[in-house]
């Protein structure tokens, strides 16, 4: 089974910035549509950004448009999340998640991965 290890988390300032790594085993990573979700005490989990096989498309919520950068390296079987001017709101356990039989589009919708991490915590301080 592939397993997924999420990094990167800790504490931060708000204002500033932090980029979480997601590294993948197996040999099949290349064909996964790959994904960040997040989850706060009492909260559903909420979906982040998203990306495609190649990295040629991908998809924000709308909460970190412009703030966040998803982005993926296929030969080191790892995927990032760039994270700046980062809010309290922010704050959460942060999950990568793999979709293993993607369709042609980027998916939000964390019903669609198939194998998660075990997540990192962010904590933005005010």
């Known amino acids: 089974q592939v397993q997924l290890v999420e990094s990167g988390g800790g504490l931060v300032q708000t204002g500033g910035s932090l980029r979480l790594t997601c590294a993948a085993s197996?040999?099949?990573?290349?064909?996964?549509?790959m994904g960040w979700f997040r989850q706060a005490p009492g909260k559903e989990r909420e979906f982040v950004a998203a990306?495609?096989?190649?990295?040629?498309?991908?998809y924000y919520a709308d909460s970190v448009k412009g703030r966040f950068t998803i982005s993926r390296d296929n030969a080191k079987n790892t995927m990032y999340l760039q994270m700046s001017s980062l809010k309290p709101e922010d704050t959460a356990v942060y999950y990568c998640?793999?979709?293993?039989?993607?369709?042609?589009?980027?998916?939000?919708?964390?019903?669609?991965?198939?194998?998660w991490g075990q997540g990192t915590q962010v904590t933005v301080s005010s």
């Open positions: 998640a793999a979709n293993r039989a993607p369709g042609p589009g980027v998916s939000g919708n964390r019903y669609d991965y198939d194998y």
């Open positions: 197996g040999r099949t990573f290349s064909s996964y549509a």
């Open positions: 990306i495609n096989w190649s990295g040629g498309s991908t």
